[in-house]
Structures are given as structure tokens and as C-alpha cells.
């Protein structure tokens, strides 16, 4: 594999080709976890080893699936991978688990995964689709973190469960942001992130 | 449970715990499917269709093939020890998946204009996330048998609204001056974001 081809699987689905806010892929979860780092961090990490299991598995055996179930199929092996992740979490971090409720389930409906399988573990072989799905996993991790950093100091002045926003402030009149927490503020952060990447970037704002 | 509380509990679930706005399930065939009113409905009723039907099936079973002790009706005692929950995630997604064929043929087979609108996007219903969700937050939730059907209609009829009402707000957008670096994806989430606002006040009444 040449280097360059290399570089731009890894770098591009991080940044020009971000599954979050260029592709608009597994947005549900972006928004819903994010209210504090450290879930927002176990996400990543979930999401990140269920793509690239997945995308593993499925290049390895995509001689082999015919082609009018291959979704059953996908679905299939996506939910065994978030069923393993999802026993590991409840063994060794089960308040991490209680906390991310039902979205560690809804991994199996991430868009990205599927996204992910379909347009490229179908058609590459295994070594590059477990870097593509760590790729992939790594750029929608990178945002989720930004989102629940962002929600977390200004929604109750703490990062990872520390207080960071000094006593002093709080006692000349600062007051945390009770909206951050809520779904609102994760819409608002989210677009004003999309907002600064494509003012940056303009090869990826939208053509109406 | 009687019927002003399930009226509630309904309401409820439509305003300010709004699948989509509150929950934010369901957000890529949203974002994908929004643009024009039309085609927001005819996605709205195909999801309201499938979660109506879909919980109070994956309630079924749940209770009596995959929660601790759920198999005892069959009356053997190994059997009743056995707890299958953690089978739910896979269940529940193909019970899904074949639900949505289901209406696929059957939106085909009545109406092919609906059915040429709603194109992709029909078979995307199997991975779209507030269906899932919903299933998944009526066993977290350990709503009975009645509770979990409101809750599929409840919480459909709510998703359909709020992709109506955005659409509608997309499609007068287009003569707006809006930002370039905020085209398309950007604006919209300053929208729902706004509109989630709104439903949010519902939680007071």
C-alpha cells in the first residue's frame, strides 16, 4: 500500500471526512451522551472497537455473503460485537454502563457502523478495513470528547468530575449554564462546531 | 392504569420527553429526510407504523422468552432458571428488521408514489435508532403490556411531528440568508435545537 493512500485513510475520515459533522453519521448518540467527558470518552472507545471488529470481520468473509442479505448479515454481526462490548462495560465499569443506558445498544444502529461495513468493508480487505473503521472511530470520537468537554464546563463547571471553574467566579455573579445539560445545548455546540470547520474548510460547505 | 393517565403519560411522551428532541433518537434519517414536507411525512407515518407495532411485539418478547424466569410457562423448571436478556439487543433488531419489510411491501404494493418518495430511506428505518430505542427504553423502563403500546404510538406520533414541523421550517429557509459555513447541516441543528427549546416548556403543564 502506497504511503500516501495510507495517509488519507487515516487522516481524512478524522477531519475533511468526518462521519459527525461533514457526513452527518451517528449524530444520535453524538448528541446524547455527551453530557459529561467521561461517558462521552467511553463512547468513543465503544464505538471505536465495535467499527473496526466489524469492519474486520465482514471484509474476512465478504467473498462469501450474498448480496441481497447482506444487511441481515451485518446487522447480525454488528449486534454480537456491541452484545460483547456491552457485557465487558457492565463487568468493568458499571456505572460508566448505567449512565450510557441504552445508547451502548443503539450502537447497533450507528449509522457510521453500518455506513462503514456498506461502502467500504464490502469491497477491501481485512488490514485496511480494521484502519478504516479505527479511523472512523477515532474521528467521531474526537468530536463527541469536544461536545461533552464544551457541555460539561459550561453545564455544571467541572471536566471529568473535577470542579475547573475557580470559587471566585462563582462568587462575583458566574452561574453554570442549566441549558448545556440539557438536548438543546448539545444542537447548539454541535452547530457551532460544524459552524468553525466549514467557515475554515469551504471546500465543505453545502451548495443550495 | 386508567385512561386519563394514559392520556397523560401519552402526552407526555409526545411534548417535553419528545423522541427526537428530547431523547435526540432517530437524529440521521431526520436529518436526512427533512428537507421537503412531503417526504417528512410519509417517513413520519412509516416510523409511527413500525414503532407502534414493533414495541408492544419486542414487550411480548421479552416477557416471555428473554427476562430471568420468563420461560416458566413452559413449566420445566430448567427452562425457568434461564435469563436470556442479554440476548435482547439481537432480538429486538430482527424482529425490527422484518417489520420493516413488512411495510415496505405493503407501502409498494398500496401506494408506489409514497413508496417513490420515500425510496432509500424506507429500508433505513431498520437501522434507525429511535425504533431501537423505544424498545430498548421500554425494558429499562419496565413498562407493562398497555403502557409499552401507548409508548410505541406516544412516542411515533411525537418523532412525526417534530420532522413535519422542521421540514416545514427547512423549506421556508431556502429564501433566507443564511451563513455559508452554516448551509445545510449547521442551520438545521440551530433549528431543532430551538425547537427542542420549545417543546421543552411543554414539561411545565
Known sequence: MASSEMKSLVIDPVMDKNPVTVQSLGICSALAVTTQVAPSLVMAIAVTVVIACSNAVISSIRNLIPSKIRIIVQLVVVATMVILVDQVLKAYAYNVSKSLSVFVGLIITNCIVMGRLEAFAMHQPVGKSFLDGIASGIGYGWVIVLVGFCRELLGSGKVLGVQVVPDALYDIGYTNNGLMVLAPGAFLLLGTIIWIQRTINDSLQEKE | ?205
Open chain 2, 1 to 205: 392504569m386508567d385512561f386519563t393517565e394514559l392520556l397523560s403519560f401519552a402526552i407526555k411522551n409526545v411534548f417535553p420527553s419528545n423522541i427526537l428532541l428530547a431523547s435526540l433518537l432517530g437524529m440521521c434519517s431526520f436529518l436526512a429526510c427533512s428537507k421537503k414536507v412531503n417526504s417528512a411525512t410519509g417517513l413520519g407515518i412509516a416510523v409511527m407504523f413500525v414503532l407502534t407495532i414493533t414495541v408492544p411485539l419486542n414487550w411480548c418478547i421479552y416477557t416471555f422468552l428473554l427476562k430471568e424466569g420468563a420461560l416458566s410457562w413452559t413449566g420445566n423448571p430448567e427452562l425457568a432458571k434461564l435469563d436470556l436478556s442479554f440476548l435482547n439487543f439481537i432480538c429486538f433488531i430482527a424482529v425490527i428488521a422484518v417489520m420493516v419489510q413488512f411495510v415496505e411491501m405493503v407501502i409498494g404494493k398500496v401506494s408506489p408514489s409514497l413508496y417513490g418518495s420515500l425510496g432509500i430511506f424506507l429500508p433505513l428505518i431498520a437501522v434507525n435508532c429511535a425504533i431501537l430505542g423505544s424498545s430498548l427504553f421500554m425494558v429499562e423502563r419496565e413498562y407493562s403490556f398497555v403502557e409499552s403500546a401507548v409508548f410505541g404510538l406516544s412516542a411515533g406520533f411525537g418523532w412525526m411531528l417534530a420532522i413535519v414541523l422542521i421540514a416545514a421550517i427547512r423549506q421556508k429557509m431556502r429564501y433566507s440568508n443564511v451563513p455559508d459555513g452554516l448551509k445545510g447541516l449547521g442551520i438545521t441543528m440551530f433549528i431543532t435545537g430551538l425547537m427542542a427549546m420549545a417543546f421543552m416548556a411543554f414539561a411545565g403543564i
